[in-house]
């Protein structure tokens, strides 16, 4: 595991009182939801810790206010245990406001197929499940005491997979988000007692890497009529982890333009 820190920061947060200011920590930040989410959240005025399993681009460095990055394999279990030790002792006794495990993987054969019960290999499924659902648990607890510091909020990034069958993603990614979110109640329930709030977004079809090109299909499913952005999904992931939720904890939000609907 190797981590890259914004020269700028010099081994700390970029950030005039470290009392009133928020950081974030998001899984994923390479790409996609992860790099949109990164950007919003820097022009909002938080700072930010990263986390993928690729250096983070030159255009994802944000600067002054992306302050660490941390490259890891969450998907194993050693990298996953060996982030979460580096990103404490980097946080000290910083507060933490919030948590976004954004990291995921859809696994495809080699046509681009749906991999589903008869014919996905039970290797890949516990892979998927190592990452898509094994990963924000072992995170969430790892990240606990920095999260009760900065009374923070944790947003799972689930999928409307999760919650129908979908022509593209293959059932270890489904039944794995469906876990993940079980997992946000449970966990909405014990960490409220921290002071720390759980909620989950379910993306529909975003443009992101991960989305086939056979999507646009299902645009006549969608009442909105268009492909999502990253910046939708970044947006209420925002939302989730601001004051203006305050009173929100235990939800799911579907960011899918009415396609959840059908």
Same mark, same amino acid.
Not at 230 to 246: H, Q
């Given at each position: ?9 010099? %081994? ?25 989410? !990164?950007?919003?959240? !820097? ?9 993928? $399993? ?33 990103? =404490? ?14 990291? %995921? ?8 197929? $749906?991999? %589903? ?14 990452? =898509? ?31 129908? @069958? ?30 720390? $709030?759980? =909620?989950? @977004? ?45 009173? !929100? ?7 899918? %333009? ?5």
């Amino acid at each position: 595991m190797k981590h890259l820190q914004n020269p700028a920061a010099s %081994g700390a947060v970029a950030t005039a009182d470290p009392a009133t200011e928020k950081l974030m920590m998001l899984t994923g930040a390479s790409r996609g939801i992860g790099h949109a989410t !990164v950007r919003l959240f !820097v022009e909002r005025g938080w700072n930010v810790l990263t986390c993928s $399993r690729d250096e983070v681009p030159a255009e994802c460095q944000m600067e002054p206010r992306w302050a660490h990055h941390i490259t890891a394999d969450l998907g194993d279990p050693a990298s996953l245990d060996a982030f979460i030790d580096e990103a =404490n002792e980097w946080l000290g006794d910083r507060p933490l406001h919030g948590l976004v495990n954004n990291a %995921g993987w859809s696994p495809k054969s080699p046509y681009k197929e $749906r991999l %589903g019960c008869l014919n996905g290999d039970l290797d890949a499924w516990r892979q998927v499940f190592e990452l =898509n659902f094994f990963a924000p648990l072992k995170l969430a607890r790892g990240f606990a005491p920095s999260l009760h510091r900065g009374k923070g909020a944790v947003v799972n990034v689930t999928s409307i997979a999760g919650h129908a @069958i979908h022509p593209f993603a293959g059932s270890a990614y489904s039944t794995s988000k469906a876990a993940l979110s079980a997992l946000t109640r449970e966990l909405a329930n014990e960490f409220a007692d921290l002071g720390v $709030r759980v =909620n989950a @977004i379910a993306p529909g079809e975003i443009e992101t890497a991960m989305l086939s090109p056979e999507t646009e299909v299902l645009l006549p499913r969608i009442p909105l009529n268009r492909l999502g952005s990253p910046r939708d999904v970044a947006g209420t992931i925002f939302y989730l982890c601001s004051e203006d939720s305050a009173y !929100v904890t235990g939800t799911e939000i579907f960011v899918t %333009g009415g396609q959840h609907l059908f």
